[in-house]
């Protein structure tokens, strides 16, 4: 067990933990991302851990309303990301979720701020959702979802 792994159990199966991420689409074409204000510290998609008896959707439409205040309507299921190097904290494992919300947004939980960036003006990203929103966007022009790739 790492120091400071809160929830990687002593005994047992060591397993990775599921996360959920959420592209919400704006209105205007743009996506709203959040700064994070603990590490790994940057931008990032809205998401976080599910909770032991939730639902990945659920758990998708929580995350995403705790931290940026905006309800949303899951619309597609991009895919699932679990490089075991994704996250430098611990192995997880990410199922992504496109959705929509026009909702003003105001950051929350552990958002220092959240925005809507145009897929072309995107700033620097946390964990490897830079590599999610080039899918994102390959998906967007072609309609084909990312391969499985390790």
């Known amino acids: 067990m790492r120091s400071g792994d809160e929830r990687q159990p002593e005994r047992g199966p060591r397993n990775p933990f599921p996360t959920v991420d959420v592209i919400v689409e704006r209105g205007n074409g743009n996506v709203l991302l959040v700064q994070r204000t603990n590490p790994p510290l940057g931008w990032?998609?809205?998401?976080?851990?599910?909770?032991y008896g939730?639902?990945?959707e659920?758990?998708?439409?929580?995350?995403?309303?705790?931290?940026?205040?905006?309800?949303?309507?899951?619309?597609?299921?991009?895919?699932v990301y679990s490089a075991p190097e994704r996250d430098p904290r611990h192995?997880?494992?990410?199922?992504?979720?496109i959705g929509r919300s026009r909702d003003p947004a105001q950051a929350g939980d552990d958002a220092a701020d959240v925005q809507e960036f145009a897929l072309d003006a995107l700033p620097e990203m946390a964990f490897d959702h830079d590599r999610i929103l080039r899918d994102y966007q390959h998906f967007k022009v072609t309609g084909v979802l990312p391969r499985p790739t390790p």
Request: aromatic residues 4%; glycine residues 10%.
């Open 44 to 51: 990032a998609l809205p998401g976080g851990f599910i909770d």
């Open 54 to 56: 939730e639902a990945a």
């Open 58 to 79: 659920t758990a998708a439409r929580r995350e995403v309303t705790e931290e940026t205040g905006v309800s949303v309507l899951l619309t597609d299921l991009l895919g």
């Open 91 to 97: 192995h997880t494992l990410t199922i992504v979720y």
